[in-house]
């Protein structure tokens, strides 16, 4: 494989990042799938292979450097903090990133209900919503390791979506030759 795709889903269950389930009712992602990503992205990670991650895979990304997330509120009120966007919202991007996305802000769609609350060994913030959400990462000294937290699959006909994801097939074209 040349590239490794990590898609949204259901949460990852903390303890794959030391904590405690404190909200039996939310939906967890089957062990089954959280432990090959975990093991998948290590061995990309390792390899210098590239990473796109997607909500779940950002979050995934996050969890294999090391760095774990909180529960955001579902109340769309920003002044009482993070708050689950289901709406599009600005980002401020940097790194990387922000190369490829060719703009320093723009604005992209949310459904999550975590965040990234500790960014894991050489994770970098590669956007920020207003609120301080971490909207994306990038893992230092790696070609390509990006996760996204919002979804650009939704977001096809936009340029900016558009230039992430042909890096990401240039990334892995270039890990292929």
Not at 64 to 93: E, M, Q, W
Not at 99 to 120: E, F, M, W
Not at 147 to 161: A, C, D, F, M, N
């Amino acid at each position: 494989m040349d590239g490794l795709l990590l898609t949204g889903g259901d949460d990852i269950h903390p303890r794959y990042f030391g904590q405690r389930l404190k909200t039996p009712k939310v939906t967890l992602s089957p062990n089954e799938r959280t432990e090959f990503e975990l093991a998948i992205s290590s061995v990309f990670l390792k390899e210098k292979r590239p990473i796109l991650g997607i909500c779940l895979g950002c979050q995934t990304l996050n969890v294999v450097c090391g760095g774990h997330f909180f529960k955001i509120s579902r109340r769309n009120d920003p002044s009482s903090g993070p708050s689950k966007r289901r709406t599009l919202h600005p980002a401020s991007y940097r790194t990387k990133l922000r190369r490829i996305v060719g703009k320093d802000r723009i604005r992209v769609n949310s459904r999550h209900h975590q965040a990234l609350a500790k960014l894991g060994r050489k994770a970098l913030v590669a956007a920020e919503s207003p609120d301080h959400v971490v909207e994306a990462i990038e893992v230092a000294n790696h070609p390509f390791a990006i996760g996204l937290q919002w979804h650009p699959e939704e977001l096809v006909s936009r340029r900016e979506t558009q230039n992430i994801f042909s890096a990401f097939l240039r990334a892995c074209k270039a890990k292929a030759s």
